[in-house]
């Protein structure tokens, strides 16, 4: 009976898998047929390799890396207790010199602590808490690189095979920026959406140019093998391009340090500034800082250089360039009557404290006039205000630059009718207000004035290429051949040389400085909020360097700055252009070793070797630089009484033979001196203040 029994219930359990197989094979075979032709017809999309952001020079900014997380599965087959015990040791010695956090004793202690944590919880479970795996434990808490993780992989123990040692990773690809945070806004970043898994660029750089950067995705379909099914690619994934930008590396670095000396120096909120190539528009170097509220330190924060704020004075010089093209201009030194203050349409337009009764053009632009730029819009716009936004229509200062920076607006200028307030309206947009204007337009059209007129087009591509082949060279556009004519650009760089260096410029005492000759605008404009203009001020300064030859345009704004626009924002600018001055990117020689060729009188720039009371100093500066014929300045002669002579003296040594005297010494401006306050051999009493105008010959 037992064995009748048990040959039923194999009988029957053989029937049940025969009935099975009937129905798989013969009752429900077009249905199983279907399922196995959808998964061997089934295509999934092969992600492509997003191409890199480089630098002007190839420099990579951006970039895909592939880093790896790695694991060990403990309740693997072929982990044993007694090989693993025989190699812990030298692996934990291995794992000491790869990551000194720990020394080995430690690694040790702290791997079979957490096995053994891992193991109980899945043999041993906690009171009314189910057994649990844990196949995946994590050896280190950070992911690595491929040469770190080949590396980890030859170590004892995780060099057996795999069904051995239970060792495992997984790669995940990330967006490495070598240089951290220079750039990071205009770069931009990456990551998933919500409605695809794909890594897409979602600001800056990144999100303006995904379409190139990110490529085609390619499809894999599976195949049919005796061990299983495999997915084979069936269309390859097109890599996006890499794309040269015209960042320069250098110039960035210049750029964000003098920027955030600057914020730092004057707690403003945040600070923007743009750098860009006269000739060309390209936009070497752009830095946005804001201040952590966390830190208050200043980090990469809005791309301030694409949004629009009210511009304050620095609209004036394209207010004039439109006077000057219309011909309401054409004398710059004819004086015009401005006064002090000016009724019009019901509101007082006041110049105090520094009114005066006429005002040439060059003077409206170099004392920031509102009256007389007012008086300029109004003589050709006050019957038509909205004219005067037409006309700027027509230069093209409204066409959109598509830069490939993510966020970018244009300038918003009402349109304006006949009614009594929009001739009002009309004076405040002739000098800044009631309108709005991305720094980065500003910038363009003060280019243009340093480009004899031809607008060109601020761009940050350059190129763009795949697989280390160029495919398209971006060439130089114009968003207008002439927005203004040679001779017009002419008068504008003269006006705003005036700033910088005329003797009542608004930038003259922050700005000049003889080695590089800059030109330039200040501008201020209160903050708006809610209609209201409040006590915080937004300081620009907009200009181009070296005046005779411009190479380079730059404009700064800064909000909440504890000082003027010409001692924030223009700072920036000089700060930046003496640094470049220094590293000899202006055309200039940037040290003092003599010129390998050419000879004196045929226009080479030779050094100069400053005077000092000291022979030795001389020689060794002759003989370790290579000077050969090196300017020669007479020593300043001895007083036997009085106030030490120190004309001629480099700072060093004058301060030094002043102080040794008992003077305090004040010093205005760089290199040699060439003038003091008190002559050399008069009387002084100790303790009396001496001041040393310096400057370079």
Same mark, same amino acid.
Request: hydrophobic share 35%; charged share 20%; proline share 4%.
């Given at each position: 009976?037992?064995?009748?029994?048990?040959?039923?219930?194999?009988?029957?359990?053989?029937?049940?898998? #025969?009935?099975?197989?009937?129905?798989?094979?013969?009752?429900?075979?077009?249905?199983?047929?279907?399922?196995?032709?959808?998964?061997?017809?089934?295509?999934?999309? =092969?992600?492509?390799?997003?191409?890199?952001?480089?630098?002007?020079?190839?420099?990579? /900014?951006?970039?895909?890396?592939?880093?790896?997380?790695?694991?060990?599965?403990? @309740?693997?087959?072929?982990?044993?207790?007694?090989?693993?015990?025989?190699?812990?040791?030298?692996?934990?010695?291995?794992?000491?010199?790869?990551?000194?956090?720990?020394?080995?004793?430690?690694?040790?202690?702290?791997?079979?602590?957490?096995?053994?944590?891992?193991?109980?919880?899945?043999?041993?479970?906690?009171?009314?808490?189910?057994?649990?795996?844990?196949?995946?434990?994590?050896?280190?808490?950070?992911?690595?690189?491929?040469? *770190?993780? *080949?590396?980890?992989? &030859?170590?004892?123990?995780?060099?057996?095979?795999?069904?051995?040692?239970?060792?495992?990773?997984?790669?995940?690809?990330?967006?490495?920026?070598?240089?951290?945070?220079?750039?990071?806004?205009?770069?931009?970043?990456?990551?998933?959406?919500?409605?695809?898994?794909?890594?897409?660029? !979602?600001?800056?750089?990144?999100?303006?140019?995904?379409?190139?950067?990110?490529?085609?995705?390619?499809?894999?379909?599976?195949?049919?093998?005796?061990?299983?099914?495999?997915?084979?690619?069936?269309?390859?994934?097109?890599?996006?391009?890499?794309?040269?930008?015209?960042?320069?590396?250098?110039?960035?670095?210049?750029?964000?340090?003098?920027?955030?000396?600057?914020?730092?120096?004057?707690?403003?909120?945040?600070?923007?500034?743009?750098?860009?190539?006269?000739?060309?528009?390209?936009?070497?170097?752009?830095?946005?800082?804001?201040?952590?509220?966390?830190?208050?330190?200043?980090?990469?924060?809005?791309?301030?250089?694409?949004?629009?704020?009210?511009?304050?004075?620095?609209?004036?010089?394209?207010?004039?360039?439109?006077? /000057?093209?219309?011909?309401?201009?054409?004398?710059?030194?004819?004086?015009?009557?401005?006064?002090?203050?000016?009724?019009?349409?019901?509101?007082?337009?006041?110049?105090?404290?520094?009114?005066?009764?006429?005002?040439?053009?060059?003077?409206?632009?170099?004392?920031?006039? $509102?009256?007389?730029? #007012?008086?300029?819009?109004?003589?050709?716009?006050?019957? $038509?205000?909205?004219?005067?936004?037409?006309?700027?229509?027509?230069?093209?200062?409204? *066409?959109?630059?598509?830069?490939?920076?993510?966020?970018?607006?244009?300038?918003?200028?009402?349109?304006?009718? $006949?009614?009594?307030?929009?001739?009002?309206?009309?004076?405040?947009?002739?000098?800044?207000?009631?309108?709005?204007?991305?720094?980065?337009?500003?910038?363009?059209?003060?280019?243009?004035?340093?480009?004899?007129?031809? @607008?060109?087009?601020?761009?940050?591509?350059?190129?763009?290429?795949?697989?280390?082949?160029?495919?398209?060279?971006?060439?130089?556009?114009?968003?207008?051949?002439?927005?203004?004519?040679?001779?017009?650009? &002419?008068?504008?760089?003269?006006?705003?040389?005036?700033?910088?260096?005329?003797?009542?410029?608004?930038?003259?005492?922050?700005?000049?400085?003889?080695?590089?000759?800059?030109?330039?605008?200040?501008?201020?404009?209160?903050?708006?909020?809610?209609?209201?203009?409040?006590? &915080?001020?937004?300081? #620009?300064?907009?200009?181009? @360097?070296?005046?005779?030859?411009?190479?380079?345009?730059?404009?700064?704004?800064?909000?909440?700055?504890?000082?003027?626009?010409?001692?924030?924002?223009?700072?920036?600018?000089? $700060?930046?252009?003496?640094?470049?001055?220094? !590293?000899?990117?202006?055309?200039?020689?940037?040290?003092?070793?003599?010129?390998?060729?050419?000879? %004196?009188?045929?226009?080479?720039?030779?050094?100069?070797? @400053?005077?000092?009371?000291?022979?030795?100093?001389?020689?060794?500066?002759?003989?370790?630089?290579?000077?050969?014929?090196? !300017?020669?300045?007479?020593?300043?002669?001895?007083? *036997?009484?009085?106030?030490?002579?120190? =004309?001629?003296?480099?700072?060093?040594? #004058?301060?030094?033979?002043?102080?040794?005297?008992?003077?305090?010494?004040?010093?205005?401006?760089?290199?040699?001196?060439?003038?003091? %306050?008190?002559?050399?051999?008069? !009387?002084?009493?100790?303790?009396?203040? =001496?001041?040393?105008?310096?400057?370079?010959?």
């Amino acid at each position: 009976m037992r064995y009748a029994i048990v040959v039923g219930i194999m009988l029957l359990f053989s029937a049940m898998i #025969a009935w099975n197989l009937f129905k798989t094979t013969v009752i429900h075979a077009a249905e199983w047929n279907a399922k196995a032709e959808k998964v061997l017809t089934d295509t999934v999309p =092969i992600e492509p390799e997003r191409g890199k952001l480089l630098a002007d020079n190839g420099t990579v /900014l951006a970039a895909n890396l592939q880093y790896y997380v790695v694991r060990i599965d403990w @309740f693997t087959d072929g982990i044993k207790t007694d090989t693993l015990m025989k190699d812990i040791g030298p692996l934990c010695d291995s794992l000491a010199k790869f990551d000194d956090s720990m020394d080995a004793s430690q690694w040790k202690k702290k791997l079979l602590q957490d096995r053994k944590a891992i193991m109980d919880a899945a043999n041993h479970p906690a009171p009314g808490k189910k057994a649990r795996k844990n196949r995946a434990y994590r050896l280190f808490p950070y992911m690595l690189t491929h040469k *770190e993780y *080949e590396r980890v992989r &030859q170590f004892p123990f995780l060099r057996r095979a795999k069904n051995k040692n239970g060792f495992y990773y997984e790669k995940h690809n990330r967006r490495i920026k070598p240089y951290g945070d220079m750039a990071a806004r205009s770069i931009g970043n990456v990551g998933q959406n919500e409605t695809s898994s794909s890594i897409r660029g !979602h600001s800056g750089l990144e999100m303006a140019l995904d379409s190139l950067l990110y490529g085609k995705p390619g499809q894999a379909q599976s195949i049919q093998l005796t061990n299983g099914i495999v997915r084979a690619e069936s269309v390859p994934a097109v890599k996006g391009y890499d794309i040269t930008t015209t960042i320069n590396v250098q110039l960035q670095d210049i750029v964000e340090n003098e920027l955030n000396n600057m914020c730092l120096e004057t707690g403003a909120e945040w600070g923007t500034c743009v750098l860009m190539e006269v000739a060309t528009g390209e936009i070497k170097a752009i830095s946005n800082l804001e201040r952590s509220k966390t830190t208050g330190e200043y980090v990469e924060g809005v791309n301030h250089a694409v949004l629009g704020y009210e511009p304050g004075s620095v609209v004036k010089t394209i207010s004039m360039m439109v006077a /000057l093209e219309d011909g309401v201009v054409s004398d710059i030194n004819a004086p015009i009557a401005t006064g002090s203050d000016w009724m019009y349409a019901g509101r007082n337009i006041s110049d105090r404290p520094h009114g005066a009764a006429t005002r040439t053009p060059r003077e409206i632009i170099e004392t920031s006039s $509102n009256i007389g730029m #007012a008086k300029l819009i109004v003589k050709d716009y006050g019957q $038509n205000p909205g004219g005067f936004r037409k006309r700027l229509e027509e230069m093209g200062f409204f *066409e959109p630059f598509n830069t490939g920076i993510g966020g970018e607006t244009t300038p918003n200028f009402p349109v304006l009718g $006949n009614k009594i307030w929009d001739k009002l309206s009309l004076t405040r947009q002739a000098y800044g207000y009631a309108t709005t204007i991305p720094p980065l337009y500003t910038l363009a059209m003060y280019n243009a004035i340093a480009n004899d007129g031809k @607008f060109v087009r601020p761009h940050l591509v350059k190129k763009l290429s795949r697989d280390g082949e160029p495919d398209s060279i971006i060439p130089v556009t114009y968003v207008r051949k002439q927005v203004c004519s040679p001779e017009n650009a &002419q008068k504008l760089r003269i006006m705003l040389r005036d700033v910088v260096w005329g003797s009542h410029g608004t930038a003259r005492h922050w700005v000049q400085d003889e080695r590089v000759e800059i030109a330039g605008k200040t501008g201020t404009a209160f903050t708006n909020a809610a209609g209201q203009y409040g006590a &915080q001020k937004r300081l #620009a300064f907009c200009g181009f @360097f070296p005046y005779d030859k411009p190479k380079y345009s730059c404009i700064v704004l800064m909000l909440g700055a504890d000082r003027g626009a010409g001692a924030s924002s223009g700072m920036v600018v000089k $700060n930046i252009a003496l640094k470049m001055y220094a !590293h000899g990117l202006l055309g200039n020689l940037p040290d003092y070793a003599q010129s390998s060729t050419g000879k %004196s009188g045929e226009g080479k720039n030779y050094p100069t070797l @400053f005077a000092s009371m000291s022979d030795r100093k001389a020689s060794n500066i002759r003989r370790g630089l290579g000077i050969q014929a090196p !300017h020669s300045y007479a020593r300043p002669g001895k007083s *036997e009484k009085g106030v030490p002579n120190v =004309i001629g003296l480099n700072v060093r040594e #004058a301060i030094k033979v002043l102080e040794d005297a008992g003077l305090t010494v004040n010093i205005y401006g760089y290199g040699m001196v060439t003038g003091q %306050s008190l002559a050399a051999g008069s !009387h002084y009493a100790r303790g009396q203040r =001496i001041d040393l105008r310096l400057r370079n010959i």
